[in-house]
């Protein structure tokens, strides 16, 4: 199996609370987010089935710059990278050595990878937003509004005010845990770093 990296409420009294916690919520997460206008980072990526099988193992690097850029690189041996330059997502698989570009759209800016790089002010049109804090660890639950996505829930944890973890929850009940190390913010990334140039020979699908 290819992994293809995402590396994406009736008593009145309570309807008004929960805005308000949610509004809350939403504001601290977009604090949080951007404060980081760059990101570099190497992960780990634990992939296991709904009943704890696990299905797929994986380690990389990933970089970000608001709004839009992103970089995502999964080593051997499944290797993948996929690059958003703002307007397109590429994804470029050396083992079938075939490149997929797909346009920026909707739904895409909903996935994992790219609500770290996306428009901060846009996330509460996407997402119910809540949040708890355990010590010097503050943690956001993403739920989607729509149904038309690639994940029920998403988990986004900051320790100390930077990236930590991520877990994603799909419908069937799979769960991908991806760990972040070595997180630098702020600091500059080159251009190039967001630009894929299309291997020789390469199969390519436009979607």
Do not use: C
Not at 73 to 96: C, F, N, R, Y
């Amino acid at each position: 199996m290819r992994f293809t990296s995402m590396l994406l409420l009736p008593i009145l009294a309570f309807s008004s609370l929960s805005a308000h916690a949610d509004a809350q919520d939403v504001t601290r997460l977009s604090q949080l987010l951007e404060k980081s206008k760059t990101i570099s980072a190497n992960f780990s990526q634990l992939t296991l089935a709904a009943g704890g099988t696990q299905l797929q193992e994986a380690k990389g690097e990933m970089s970000v710059q608001r709004p839009g850029l992103f970089y995502w690189h999964t080593e051997a041996p499944q290797e993948q990278t996929m690059i958003s330059d703002g307007q397109k997502v590429t994804l470029w698989d050396p083992d079938l050595e075939q490149v997929t570009i797909k346009k920026l759209d909707q739904r895409l800016t909903q996935t994992p990878a790219l609500l770290l790089s996306g428009d901060v002010s846009k996330i509460s049109e996407s997402f119910d937003i809540s949040s708890k804090q355990a010590g010097e660890v503050m943690e956001f639950t993403l739920k989607p509004k729509t149904k038309d996505t690639l994940f029920d829930s998403l988990n986004l944890s900051f320790r100390n005010g930077m990236i930590n973890n991520m877990r994603l929850m799909d419908s069937v009940g799979q769960r991908t845990d991806i760990v972040f190390s070595g997180v630098k913010a702020n600091e500059p990334i080159p251009a190039s770093k967001f630009k894929f140039v299309i291997p020789k020979g390469a199969d390519v699908i436009q979607e």
